[in-house]
């Protein structure tokens, strides 16, 4: 399970460096956004020699690598860059819905071919709200490509692309059409059975703000969020850490259920238990959420 997810720029050698011992679970290298388009040509090369170095070793963390959007013209460069063997997979940014998602898992089937790697091996992580097309599309990406291991919400470039001057109000909350976005991409993701990853809390060093945006997160379904910033890793594997006593009801739950294979309702401790409850504990456990 992918709690946290952190961003780290494919040009900075000492991040990258930082990144390995933040703790996430796991991390984003960077080729979009952090990086100038003078450096990206530099940023490949250091992102290449980070995965040689690093990519499945023991204790790394899950490598994915962020490449430029399609039709940005830059992607293809990433994607040779990238695809090295021990890499997780790709995030793929300004995602529009399964066209997209398709067209780059063709793309990544030629360069896993070329790393001598097995089909499917690369996985992707689509941010699947940062252009108001984009919303629209939402329901096409279940059953568009065994390579869509999550999908993510962004709301910043979302920002940007409806012309909003922000998008949260006077009292910190985000304004309608980015919870809208913060929706679908929950609703998106059940569906398309995928983790659903929340977006970035860019108030850097507000760890209650995070703590209590993280708690809200996984309260809603989300089973991870992105970060910008080594220091806001500790809290999001916190808040998204089942405790003991979520662990040990959700066991009682799994346990329960495989003593009475054919039931469809049980009494837990005076509780009554059905087929939603299971599959809420089997997700908690790190099960397959579906396996009656």
Known sequence: MMRSLLFVPGDSPRKLAKGLEAGADALLIDLEDSVALANKPAARLETRAFIERHAGQTGVPAIFVRVNAVGSG??????????????????????????????????????????????????????????????????????????????????????????????RDEQGQYTPVFVLARTLTLAAASAAQVAAIDTVYTRIGDEDGLRAECLAARRDGFSGKMAIHPGQIATINAAFTPSEAERAWSQQIVDTFAANPGAGVLAIDGKMIDEPHLVQARRILGLPARAR
């Open 74 to 167: 830059l992607i293809d460069d990433d994607l040779k860059a990238a695809l090295l063997p021990g890499i997780s997979g790709i995030m793929l940014p300004k995602c529009c819905g399964a066209r997209d998602l398709q067209q780059v898992s063709a793309q990544i089937a030629v360069g896993e071919a070329m790393a001598g790697c097995a089909p499917n091996t690369f996985k992707v992580l689509a941010i699947a709200t940062e252009t108001a097309a984009s919303l629209f599309v939402m329901g096409s990406f279940a059953g568009a490509s065994q390579r869509l291991a999550g999908l993510a919400w962004g709301a910043e470039d979302l920002a940007a692309d409806i012309g909003a001057l922000s998008n």
